[in-house]
């Protein structure tokens, strides 16, 4: 049943509402008694949502939350890592500047010049002389291996 419509030409009235202005309005068509049938079983059918639609609608709806769900504790757990993060980066700074400090006050306590007067004036070392000193090239390696007792 296939309802031709023809379609209305619409023409602007002219509508004084006063005398130095023009306004331009326009009439609706009118719709035969079909037509107006048609219109509402066509909206009836699209408001309808049948069975199959409805849980198609509640399974995306049910992956939505699960997905909204993931990425809401993604987010929290990113956060928590970052405050982590900023928490030990802050701890790391402490105990450097606390190392920092107390190397500073060891380096600081000693004297040499009180080690050196020990040594020379209660253990009686004595500074070496230019015959006890010698020189030597190591080689390649980095450091001396002492085997035996070095002669003169």
Do not use: C, F
């Given at each position: ?6 379609k209305?030409?619409?023409q602007p009235q ?5 005398f130095?202005e ?7 068509p009118?719709?035969s008694?079909d037509v107006?049938v048609?219109?509402?079983?066509n ?6 949502m049948?069975l199959?639609?409805?849980?198609f ?5 049910g992956?939505m ?5 993931g990425y809401?504790t993604?987010q929290s757990?990113i956060t928590?890592a970052?405050?982590q993060?900023?928490?030990l980066?802050y701890?790391?700074?402490e105990?450097k500047?606390t190392?920092?400090e107390?190397y500073n006050?060891?380096?600081n306590?000693?004297d040499?010049d009180?080690i050196?007067?020990?040594?020379i ?12 000193v010698?020189?030597?090239?190591s080689g390649?390696e980095?450091?001396?291996?002492q085997?035996?007792?070095?002669g003169?």
């Open positions: 049943m296939a309802v031709k419509r023809k209305p030409v619409r002219k509508q004084e509402s006063h130095w023009e306004s331009v309005t326009r009439k609706a009118q719709r008694a107006r048609a219109i509402r079983r909206r009836k059918k699209a408001a309808y049948n199959g639609y409805a849980v609608m509640l399974v995306l709806l992956l939350m699960i997905a909204l769900v809401i993604l757990d928590k970052i405050s993060i900023s928490s980066e701890q790391l700074a105990k500047s190392n920092d107390n006050e060891i380096m306590s000693i040499l009180e050196r007067d020990y040594a004036n209660v253990l009686g070392m004595q500074y070496a002389t230019d015959d006890q010698i020189t030597y090239s390649t980095e450091y001396v291996h085997v035996s007792e070095v003169e």
